[in-house]
């Protein structure tokens, strides 16, 4: 068994051990400049905060799906925190007074540790499978899922 603050609630069993119901493949890895889960940033804010550049690195069947992706788009990158404890259901986050539902926090422990983050791109080269962007807050060589656009026009919530 793991560590746990108090109040926190573990699962009767490792999520990850369950058989799988979902084919994800992995289209390439994020490169960071962090080697290490504890010089990561907690989210995408603080990695920007820093002002270190990092890059969506796609694997050379996906890149043809890089076509139209340019410098000043927007994107949600989606990648899998393989480092990340799966277990957990309640937390005690530091930044909270009170243990939290897994499903109220952006936390990496969860039962399928999928982050998500909005980035600038900076530059893309489809030949090469780089995508340049402004700032990522996972460990160097985390699996990437999926690129999707960021449109305002669809992903931001109206005010109210």
Request: aromatic letters at 4%; hydrophobic letters at 40%; charged letters at 25%.
């Amino acid at each position: 068994m793991q560590d746990q603050r108090t109040g926190e609630i573990a699962l009767p069993f490792d999520p990850g051990s369950q058989p799988p119901d979902a084919g994800l493949v992995y289209i390439g890895r994020a490169r960071t400049p962090w080697h290490e889960r504890k010089a990561c940033p907690h989210n995408p804010r603080e990695a920007r905060e820093r002002a270190l550049p990092a890059q969506l690195e796609i694997d050379p069947p996906w890149r043809t799906g890089l076509k139209d992706i340019a410098a000043g788009d927007r994107l949600i990158a989606l990648y899998w925190m393989d480092q990340a404890r799966r277990d957990l259901i309640v937390q005690t986050p530091r930044h909270r007074n009170a243990p939290v539902g897994v499903f109220s926090l952006r936390s990496p422990v969860r039962p399928n540790p999928i982050a998500l983050s909005v980035v600038r791109v900076l530059a893309c080269d489809p030949d090469r499978g780089v995508i340049d962007v402004d700032a990522l807050d996972c460990v160097d060589g985390t699996p990437l899922l999926d690129i999707k656009p960021y449109l305002e026009s669809i992903d931001a919530l109206p005010p109210g």
